[in-house]
Every structure is written in C-alpha cells, then in structure tokens.
C-alpha cells in the first residue's frame, strides 16, 4: 500500500491476555519504529528496527513487551500478561533514511487502540 | 523527567491572523527539531524540521525559528487556517541514535 498500515485498528483485551498488533510499513523503508502514545501525552518510544535486525529496545516498559520484524517488512508487537496501564494508542513509523543519512522524518500509521480491561 | 516541553496544551486563533507554537529542551545532544501535525484518528504527519547548524527554516505558511541558547524553537503558521486546526507536536533528535523524543503537544484550533 501506499502508507504504513496497522492492524487491528482497536482491540480490547482482559487482564492477562495476550495481544499481538501488526505493522506493515513502506514497502522499501528499512528503519521502523514503535511508538507509545497514552491518552494526553506525547508518542513515547518503543523500539527500532533496522531491516530485520532490533537496534534499539531501551524503550520497551517491561519483559512482557516484544518486537520482531524476521523478514526486515512486517512487524509485530506483542504484549503479553497485559495490565491496565498498557492502554494506549500503539504507533508504528517506517523510514526510507537510516545510519548517517537519518532525517528524523518518519511516517506514522494511524495506530492501533489497545484497551485492557 | 520530560525533554521536549510544549507548555501550552492548547492554543486559539483567528482565521489569518499567526499561530505561534513553543517547545523547550533540555538534552544538549539534540541536533535537529521536526514539528509533526495529528489530526483525530490519524497517525502524526511530518510538517517541518530545522538543524541546530540553522537558526530559521521556511516552508510556505510554516516557519520554524530555533534558539540554540534558550534550547526554544517556535512553529509560526501564517495565515492561519481553519484546517490547520489539529495537535502539533514538537520532536527532537539527535540524527546519531535515530530515535524521536516527542513533547505532549499542542492543540490548536484555528476559527473562521
């Protein structure tokens, strides 16, 4: 497709499932990024990815968040036991820029809603 | 403890009139600034960046203006338009580690 894509759009989960939320980027970005957004702040940093290797994960909260991306494309959050402060809005961003030629300007998808009740 | 600050969670202006927007930093290894646009529903979209090697960037109605010394920069839309009604969020970099740090945002709403 022509923009980063996210699935599923809103998800609503009990305590202590777990959640699975997927990223399709732009077709050719090799950075990708995750991003937290709760309600009233900012998009806080995640992870990122460059092709399939995870460069950076200092900004998941816990061991019960993981990212992969095996083929250097799709990516996937998962977020296991999953606790109430894990509400928010999960971004994904792709880039075309990395290493030396980084620009800063990514492009975001529309999110995924995760609710847990 | 936040590293990009916008201050003001909201702002209001009048059709044509200049829209000012303000973010503050603390980290000194932030070497380039990026003003991203959100509107509801929608993922943030890029809309204007500035190197700490410059002091001004223009781009149409946007102009971004940073200040090394006060770690301020400002986002001026002139004119405002109603569809530039959306949440803005200041972002900083430093291009060497390739992730962003976002402040909460400002929303302004621009009326006819």
């Known amino acids: 497709g022509a923009g980063v894509s996210q699935s599923p759009r809103y998800k609503v989960a009990k305590r202590g499932q777990d959640v699975a939320l997927r990223c399709d980027p732009i077709s050719g970005h090799v950075s990708l990024f995750w991003y937290q957004q709760a309600l009233g702040q900012g998009p806080e940093f995640l992870t990122y990815?460059?092709?399939?290797?995870?460069?950076?994960k200092s900004g998941l909260p816990s061991d019960r968040f993981f990212a992969e991306r095996p083929e250097g494309s799709v990516s996937t959050l998962k977020i296991q036991r999953t606790q109430q402060e894990d509400s928010a809005v999960y971004l994904c961003?792709?880039?075309?820029?990395?290493?030396?030629?980084?620009?800063?300007?990514?492009?975001f998808g529309e999110g995924s809603r995760l609710t847990v009740l | 403890d936040q590293q990009v600050k916008q201050n003001s969670p909201s702002l209001s202006v009048q059709e044509g009139r200049i829209s000012i927007l303000n973010c503050d930093y603390t980290?000194?290894?932030?070497?380039?600034f990026l003003w991203y646009k959100k509107y509801p529903a929608e993922g943030p979209t890029f809309l204007i960046s500035i190197s700490s090697i410059k002091d001004k960037n223009e781009d149409g109605r946007f102009t971004v203006f940073l200040n090394k010394s006060a770690k301020h920069l400002s986002l001026h839309i002139v004119p405002s338009q109603p569809g530039d009604s959306a949440v803005y969020f200041c972002?900083?970099?430093?291009?060497?580690?390739?992730?962003?740090?976002f402040g909460k945002g400002t929303m302004l709403l621009v009326s006819p």
């Open positions: 972002a900083a970099t430093s291009l060497k580690y390739s992730t962003l740090t």
């Open positions: 961003a792709s880039s075309s820029s990395y290493g030396t030629d980084y620009t800063g300007e990514l492009f």
């Open positions: 980290n000194s290894m932030f070497d380039y």
């Open positions: 990815f460059q092709n399939e290797a995870q460069l950076d």
